[in-house]
């Protein structure tokens, strides 16, 4: 359980991943869990290393969105049963709560880290790899796909890894104790009808829709993406009155920026915006 200082270098595009793919395109990194002869579990290394690529994305400014898919048709399985479970049987309480915590430390920097998230949703999408999904800001799915929060399926419980902090504030309380206290699959379909996933496309589509919403999100005012992502986290925590106030401070940041004098420019001259992210 010993941590390794952070391998992830940059800049990203020049980093090659231990454990998943990467893949940086006009603005857009692709990360691909790739072991699909078991449906993309996550070990011990794969969630070290997905940690650190997300916090080392703060240092990349040439990344502006990030898409998170699987390889071969699921997105993950989750943890792996052999490589992760039946270590954790053996651990003492010290042990597993270095565990919890370094899983948590997954979605810390995916909720930290400035670029908006999509998730590319195929096949099973379970245990923590439905948590990943759940982290991101925007999910797509695969026509077919399946989400479960399998936790109790294994004698635990549902709060894992943000849980029940996050599922409730995107699909509902009701409809996230029924998930989370019966570990059953959520549909494709009741995921679009219960808004955690945005659209249903086909599998085909599901990740080039996925790195075009993404595509789209890198194009816009790299600043003002990135202020958006902090206050739709921030103001979970405030009063209607603190979050107005809260962001006329940021709105107003947001003015001081090249990119908003683009905008202007643009409009007056009738053309496009150019952003730039300064």
């Known amino acids: 359980m010993s941590r390794p200082a952070n391998p992830v270098t940059l800049p990203l595009s020049d980093y090659s991943p231990q454990h998943f793919l990467l893949a ?14 078991r449906k993309n579990p996550l070990t011990f290394e794969s969630y070290r290393e997905l940690t650190d690529f997300f916090r080392a994305c703060a240092f990349d400014d040439a990344v502006k969105s990030i898409v998170v898919t699987g390889a071969g048709g699921n997105f993950s399985s989750g943890g792996d049963v052999f490589e992760i479970i039946g270590p954790l049987v053996k651990m003492d309480t010290k042990g597993l709560t270095a565990f ?14 400035p670029q908006p998230i999509v998730a590319a949703v195929e096949g099973i999408c379970a245990g923590a790899g439905a948590i990943i999904a759940m982290a991101s800001d925007m999910r797509l799915a695969a026509s077919g796909a399946k989400v479960a929060f399998l936790f109790n399926k294994v004698g635990l419980a549902g709060c894992d890894m943000g849980a029940c902090a996050i599922l409730p504030r995107i699909i509902g309380q009701s409809r996230a104790s029924e998930l989370l206290y019966t570990g059953r699959f959520m549909t494709a379909e009741e995921g679009e009808r219960w808004g955690f996933f ?35 986290a921030m103001e979970w925590a405030m009063s209607v009155e603190e979050a ?35």
Do not use: H, W
Request: glycine share 6%; charged share 25%; hydrophobic share 45%.
């Open 100 to 113: 919890t915590r370094m899983t948590g430390d997954l979605v810390k920097a995916m909720r930290a880290c």
């Open 244 to 278: 107005i106030e809260a962001e006329a401070v940021a709105q107003a940041l947001c003015m001081t920026t090249a990119d908003f004098e683009r905008a202007y420019e643009a409009f007056a001259n009738k053309v496009k915006p150019v952003f730039r992210g300064d």
């Open 24 to 37: 940086v395109v006009d603005g857009v990194a692709t990360v691909t869990l790739n072991r699909p002869e």
């Open 198 to 232: 945005s659209r249903i496309v086909t599998p085909e589509q599901v990740l080039a829709q996925a790195q075009l919403l993404a595509k789209q999100v890198a194009e816009g005012p790299t600043f003002g993406n990135t202020m958006t992502k902090r206050m739709l």
